[in-house]
């Protein structure tokens, strides 16, 4: 069995899996192009392990802790599941406003401090943008970021980035359409930086109270990114080889009147599906709810569902790298 690593150690053991072992994941930065790749290779490996019914039993013994701020369905889940395909044990935290220590005033370092005695890694979502960081500052464990506020949202990058892989075959030269909310989505601003290092070309379509934060793109162009910035889905729709849609997030608008004036602003059905190209897909980390017609939900080209479903494999590959398990 592989030695726990943790982050106080000196020089953490790399075993040929265990890359990751003592790292944290806060952005998607944090890991080279490289790295990214052999993780999706090896989240390929699990979806077929899983498709094939068989088990793996590489991290028995390991815990993972799950620690939510804020509602989850797919990221928890999806984490949890990883970790108990892999044999591993999974303590959790759903709701930690209400159920843990910060209901009495506890901190975040606190909180983080002590649960790093009882895991070997932690999977934190907070409504803070910096959240993870702090949190990672604290543990004695790796921090895994699952949404810091209006921040980032790595592991879903990594999920969309295998989605389109999956489904398009390659990364680098696809035109993607990001489409909605990119000021406060948290999963467009870690799938832009993560699309402009594998070479794609990206589509920003916003109202401009919504628009992708200005730091963002300009890292983007910095790095040569080719970016066109429009309002106009109906304009994007022919030229894009994905469309990646997301949810207006209501929870981040201070005044509800704003929501509800740009609630419904996009909505993709089969009416836009038509006028877009013939091999176009549909993306979205989900939940939807009403920038997707459910009537699209049959069509081949709708792959938000395959996608929360390659959550599972990819998120295994992860726990697999970084808690040195096979
Ligand atoms: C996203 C999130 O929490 O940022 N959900 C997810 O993890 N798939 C997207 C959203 O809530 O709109």
Request: glycine residues 10%; aromatic residues 10%; without cysteine.
């Given at each position: 069995m592989t030695e726990i690593v943790h982050k106080e150690a000196a020089v953490p053991v790399k075993s040929h899996l265990g890359e990751?072992?003592?790292?944290?994941?806060?952005?998607?930065?944090?890991?080279t192009v490289e790295e990214i790749e052999r993780l999706l290779t090896m989240a390929e490996g699990y979806a077929e392990m899983l498709a094939q019914g068989e088990r793996s039993s590489?991290?028995?013994?390991r815990i993972l802790a799950t620690l939510f701020h804020e509602p989850s369905t797919r990221t928890r889940l999806s984490f949890e599941s990883a970790m108990q395909r892999l044999g591993g044990g999974v303590i959790s935290v759903a709701n930690a406003p209400a159920s843990s220590s910060v209901a009495k005033g506890e901190s975040l370092p606190d909180t983080v401090r002590i649960i790093s005695n009882y895991a070997d890694a932690i999977v934190l979502r907070h409504p803070e943008k910096g959240a993870a960081k702090q949190a990672a500052d604290a543990s004695l464990v790796p921090i895994i970021n699952a949404g810091d506020g209006t921040g980032h949202h790595p592991t879903q990058a990594l999920v969309d980035l295998y989605t389109i892989k999956e489904e398009?075959?390659?990364?680098?030269g696809l035109k993607v359409a990001l489409v909605g909310?990119?000021?406060?989505?948290r999963t467009v601003h870690s799938l832009a930086g993560a699309l402009g290092r594998f070479r794609a070309e990206l589509v920003l379509v916003a109202p401009p109270e919504l628009s992708m934060p200005g730091e963002i793109v300009s890292a983007l162009r910095a790095a040569g990114t080719p970016i066109w910035e429009t309002q106009d889905l109906w304009e994007v729709a022919p030229e894009v080889d994905v469309l990646y849609v997301t949810r207006i997030?209501?929870?981040?608008?201070?005044?509800p009147w704003d929501y509800e004036q740009l609630r419904g602003c996009y909505r993709v059905d089969l009416e836009l599906v038509a006028h877009a190209r013939r091999e176009v897909i549909i993306m979205h980390?989900?939940?939807?709810?009403?920038?997707?017609?459910?009537?699209?939900?049959?069509?081949?080209?709708?792959?938000y569902f395959r996608q929360s479903a390659n959550g599972l494999p990819v998120r295994m590959a992860l726990l697999a790298m970084m808690l040195g398990g096979q």
């Open positions: 990751f072992s003592g790292r944290d994941l806060i952005t998607l930065e944090d890991y590489s991290l028995t013994h398009k075959g390659h990364l680098a909310d990119l000021r406060y989505g997030q209501r929870e981040r608008f201070a005044d980390p989900l939940p939807r709810v009403d920038e997707i017609d459910p009537q699209l939900d049959g069509y081949d080209g709708a792959a």
